[in-house]
């Protein structure tokens, strides 16, 4: 989920770090090694958690934000964020939305936990129930990080829809390699996780890997998102309304 401008520096004074305490837990699904979980949002609440996460792109806080990709059709309100049923819940639907002077013909839900946790390094995991158009993934749905300068800082695409497989990316100065992996991971629930360590990022759906990019690795810290984005492009694959769930947010280091 490519931005479409270098993201704003964080308004702490420091880098921000997690507030949670490190705790050991069970390893990531599929990914070797001992691991520490540092980061969890379990979603068991009936309310996002304001201290772990924005629920909105970048603004003041409450408002309805622009996209952040300029491809996409929807606007992102913290109308379309909620937390029952033990899952987080990211809703698209079909609203025009003025921001900025520009009317978009959807609006949908984001979070980021930009500000509040960012992270180098380490094993990043979401279980998600992706929206579907029959066997395909449905609209631009994505789990992935960034960094506070784009493309600079990184960005890592653990999951990115794209007409209708589920892939992954490694954005940065070096450019934005990446894949798609075989087989449907839409319309039911499935564990996306990588591991990011120096020099590479590996990436595993269900706990199998599906893919390795090893040039242009970054080391700065990043941040957190989720969002249930559409692009009008891929209407052979688009479905509104659509909700986005999730079930858990971990990270764990060595």
Known sequence: MTSSAPSPTSTSASTPTSSATSTTAAAPVGIPGTWNRV???EFNGTSLDGSKWNSNWFGCSGCVTKPVNSAEASAYSPSQVSVSDGSLHLKLIEQPTTVGGKTYPYVSGLVNSNGKAQFTYGAFEARIYAPSSG???ANWPAFWT???NW???GEMDILEGLGGSA???FHSDAGGPGGC???TYSGGWHTFGAEWKQGSVTYYYDGKQVGQITS???SAPMYLILNNG???DHSGTNVVPADMMVDYVRVWQH
């Open 135 to 137: 066997t395909k993934m």
């Open 216 to 218: 242009g690795i970054t």
């Open 151 to 153: 493309p600079t800082d």
């Open 167 to 169: 892939c992954y990316h």
């Open 39 to 41: 980061f969890s949002d």
């Open 230 to 232: 559409i692009n009008p």
């Open 181 to 183: 992996a075989s087989g």
């Open 146 to 148: 960034d960094g506070q």
